[in-house]
């Protein structure tokens, strides 16, 4: 009975920030919580309890377009991640980071009006959200410095991952000169080969 009570409220709470990521995308931060509670097909009280504030609820639409489900696994930590450690190959295994990341600028993109609102607390929450990246990369780097001399030193192969491999790059490349994904994934593959391998 409590195992089905959790699903439940689990099920809700995925329905409600799916709503919020459909509707924050569409209709960007000025979108009222009534309208997403509506989306959601729960009360506005329920979203209100269950997230307490708007920033909040956009930080879980934010978690859930990087993560690509609700299981809290970062990206350093997912099966993808550990394959590409494994590959002995450090071109591949570039090329392997490319094509697991695509999917994720893919599906934060969307939500870039929002996150350039230029409300304080988003812009606080993004920066956060950023430095977390920022530590993902240097995991990632670290992976690629097993298997061979970088041409750079570690905390500049971080930088340059953390440059070329952006959400703000792939929104520049896709969605506002309309390079399809698969060209910005060769040419990205290109230009992270040639920035940090000697």
Do not use: C
Not at 75 to 91: C, G, I, L, N, S
């Amino acid at each position: 009975m409590a195992e089905a009570r959790r699903q439940r409220a689990r099920a809700t709470r995925r329905r409600m920030v799916e709503a919020a990521y459909k509707l924050f995308s569409e209709r960007g931060w000025n979108v009222p919580l009534t309208a997403i509670a509506e989306e959601a097909g729960v009360a506005v009280q329920t979203l209100y309890f269950t997230f307490h504030t708007k920033v909040a609820l956009l930080n879980e639409a934010l978690a859930l377009a990087v993560l690509g489900d609700d299981q809290p696994i970062p990206p350093h930590e997912r099966p993808w991640f550990h394959a590409m450690a494994a590959e002995p190959d450090v071109r591949q295994a570039i090329a392997m980071v490319v094509d697991n990341t695509m999917p994720i600028f893919g599906r934060v993109a969307p939500l870039a009006g929002v996150l350039r609102s230029g409300d304080p607390e988003v812009a606080e929450m993004w920066l956060r959200s950023e430095q977390l990246r920022h530590d993902g990369y240097r995991k990632l780097v670290q992976a690629l410095a097993k298997k061979t001399e970088l041409g750079v030193k570690l905390d500049e192969a971080v930088d340059v991952m953390f440059m070329l491999l952006s959400p703000d790059l792939y929104w520049m490349a896709v969605l506002q000169r309309g390079w399809t994904p698969q060209r910005w994934a060769r040419w990205l593959k290109r230009a992270l080969v040639d920035a940090l391998l000697p």
